[in-house]
């Protein structure tokens, strides 16, 4: 069974940076899934998902949100076989549980929703 696990979702400080992880387990034989489109979605209280930006199997970063770009990076250590989501200059409309997502395609998809496997979320909350 496929498990999607994020974490190094805190409190943080207006401001402040934080580093989520992104691991996976469970797919068959040959599946290397850190190679394929890995994403982030978020989600904030009351809210629906918003797609926040994804890595290609090319290494094409594509932000679907405006608001992160220059604060949030996507990156890929497949040595350790995790993606992380390196969020800087936080703000408190970055509050929200953020789901890292993998598909099995080349490319992100295009709306930053259809993946295939998903994970449970990590608690993001910045706040003084």
């Known amino acids: 069974q496929v498990q999607v696990v994020e974490s190094g979702g805190d409190l943080v400080q207006p401001g402040g940076s934080l580093r989520l992880s992104c691991t996976a387990s469970g797919f068959t034989s040959g599946f290397n899934w850190h190679y394929y489109p890995i994403g982030w979605v978020r989600q904030a209280p009351g809210k629906e998902r918003e797609a926040v930006l994804c890595?290609?199997?090319?290494?094409?970063?594509?932000y679907y949100t405006d608001s992160v770009k220059g604060r949030f990076t996507i990156s890929r250590d497949n040595a350790k076989n995790t993606v992380y989501l390196q969020m800087n200059s936080l703000k408190p409309e970055d509050t929200a549980v953020y789901y890292c997502a993998i598909d099995a395609a080349h490319n992100c998809p295009p709306l930053g929703f259809g993946y295939v496997y998903w994970g449970q979320g990590t608690q993001v909350t910045v706040s003084s």
């Open positions: 890595v290609s199997r090319s290494n094409i970063t594509s």
